[in-house]
Nanobody
Framework: QVQLVESGGGTVQPGGSLRLSCATS????????MNWYRQAPGKQRELVAA???????NYADSMKGRFTISRDNAKNTVYLQMNSLKPEDTSVYYC???????????WGQGTQVNVSL
């Protein structure tokens, strides 16, 4: 049974920071590219950040320089460090595990991030 469990969401003031975690089980974590997506009410889900099995990273333009994705293969966990948060970062953040070689993709349940005064 595959599980992706996000944590670390919450409410923070503009300019603040949060660190999201996504703990996985039931997959060979090191073989999966890991992604963070987000979806705000009434908007499409968008890619926030991605990290390959080899550790290469990619970010959406609006997140570059503010967000950092990382992974710990020993803990089967991916992280998203979010700094300089803005109200427009308010969204539900989802963890995604992807292995195109075996046509597998899995999603977490999401964690809410609110950025407001």
């Amino acid at each position: 049974q595959v599980q992706l469990v996000e944590s670390g969401g919450g409410t923070v003031q503009p300019g603040g920071s949060l660190r999201l975690s996504c703990a996985t089980s039931g997959i060979i974590f090191r073989l999966y590219a890991m992604n963070w997506y987000r979806q705000a009410p009434g908007k499409q889900r968008e890619l926030v950040a991605a990290i390959t099995t080899g550790g290469s990273t990619n970010y959406a333009d609006s997140m570059k320089g503010r967000f950092t994705i990382s992974r710990d293969n020993a803990k089967n966990t991916v992280y998203l460090q979010m700094n300089s948060l803005k109200p427009e970062d308010t969204s539900v953040y989802y963890c995604n595990a992807e292995n195109p070689t075996v046509f597998r993709t899995y999603w977490g349940q999401g964690t809410q991030v609110n950025v407001s005064l």
